[in-house]
Structure formats: C-alpha cells, structure tokens
C-alpha cells in the first residue's frame, strides 16, 4: 500500500508570492492534518480536514488556508508569503473517524522564502 | 492547554547500550500518544501507537508506557544501533476535541556511536 505522498518535495519562492502545497493520503484514509516544522517552534498544527469539512485550526494567521477534495486529497495555501514561512510542511492521513486513530506522515515539503 | 516536554534534548550513547527516552505531558486527558522517528531532512515514521487505556505498547527492541496520571511516557530502545541514530519525538493526540490534532514534544536527538 502507497504511504502518504507530497508534492512537490521542494519549493524556492520569493517573499509577497503565494504557494499551494499538496498531499495524497493513504488510500481509504479520510483525515489529512497539516503541521509546519521549523527549528525554532518544532511541529505546529495547522488544519484537520476530515470528509472535505476543516475539523480543527492550528493557531496561524488567515493566510494559511486548506481544502479536501472527494478523494481524500488535500492542499494547503500560503499567500502572501513571509521569510518566516520556510519551513517543512508536514502532512499526516489516519484511518480513524475519530482522534483515536494512529497517523502517517509523509515525506514533507520543504519550503524556502527568498 | 496541553504542554509536552522531552528529555533529554540529545543523547550519545556507544552502540549496544539500553536507553530510556522521556516524554511528559500537562494535561491527563489524551485520547492517546504517539512515538515517532525521523531522519534528518525526512518526514515521521511512527513507531508506536499507545491508546489511553493502555499501559505499554512493543514492537521489536522498542517497547513505550503511557502512565496517564502522572503524564509520563517512556520509549525503551533496546541493544541500540547505529541506525537508531535519528530524532525521536512522542505527540498526544488532545482529549479535549474529537479530532486528529497532535501536540508534539520538541525531540530528542539520538546518537549511536559504533
């Protein structure tokens, strides 16, 4: 069974500009959370989507968006990008309908602000 | 609002020693905790998956307990490796909502030396 998969895996962008970053959960998984990891906070909790509804918000200002398709399938947005948004963006799937479910990460993308 | 810590923040041991991981948490109520691992630059594997019910989780030369009352988990590697070396960070899964959202230690550093 293919993990959870990202792409892409790396992303230079300029400061002002907007990315959209995507992940491909373990098939017949229909939760994807999103974290971002930098050296200085560790992993952040961004978004939880669960059957194409957000079920819970990391505290980030509202420039970092998300959605879920009917495939399970999740991207996330940053507009308006900052140097402080580099980052690697980590995304998890789980089978759970609940929280009690154990989650699978994927390989990250790994995002530079010039 | 729930806080975790690791310790230590590093390790270097010699290769074949037992070692004991620490991870500790504020608030009680957990729907679970997670072990994870991950190389440098590289997503998290998951390691272990404790539920709230249970007191102790192993797979291989790993074994983690969860005592829930005094917000303390355990990871035990066994007979360590060089390839153990990694950062192994342990998350809670929050009971306050029913959500996947997971609350991470800042990690510790392993270092196996052959």
């Known amino acids: 069974k293919a993990g959870v998969t990202q792409t892409p895996r790396y992303l230079i962008k300029t400061r002002g500009q907007q990315v959209t970053l995507s992940c491909s959960p373990i098939s017949g998984h229909r939760s994807v959370s999103w974290y971002q990891q930098t050296p200085g906070q560790g992993l952040q909790f961004l978004f939880e989507?669960?059957?194409?509804?957000?079920?819970n918000k990391g505290n980030f200002p509202g420039r970092f968006s998300g959605r879920q398709f009917s495939n399970s399938r999740s991207e996330m947005n940053v507009s308006t990008l900052e140097l402080g948004d580099s980052a690697l963006y980590l995304c998890a799937s789980s089978l759970a309908t609940s929280g009690s479910g154990e989650q699978y990460f994927g390989p990250g993308t790994r995002l530079t602000v010039t | 609002k729930q806080e975790v810590t690791q310790i230590p923040a590093a390790l270097s041991v010699p290769e074949g020693e037992n070692l004991v991981l620490n991870c500790s948490f504020t608030?009680?109520?957990?729907?679970?905790l997670q072990w994870f691992r991950q190389d440098p630059g590289k997503g998290l594997t998951s390691l272990l998956l404790?539920?709230?019910?249970?007191r102790e989780q192993t797979s291989g030369r790993l074994n983690a307990s969860l005592d829930k009352s005094s917000g303390r988990s355990t990871l035990y590697i066994a007979a360590s490796q060089p390839g153990d070396s990694a950062t192994y960070l342990c998350a809670v899964r929050d009971g306050s909502s029913n959500t996947g959202k997971l609350i991470f230690g800042q990690g510790t550093t392993l270092q196996v030396k052959p």
């Open positions: 989507y669960f059957s194409e509804t957000q079920r």
């Open positions: 608030d009680s109520a957990i729907y679970n």
């Open positions: 404790i539920q709230s019910s249970q």
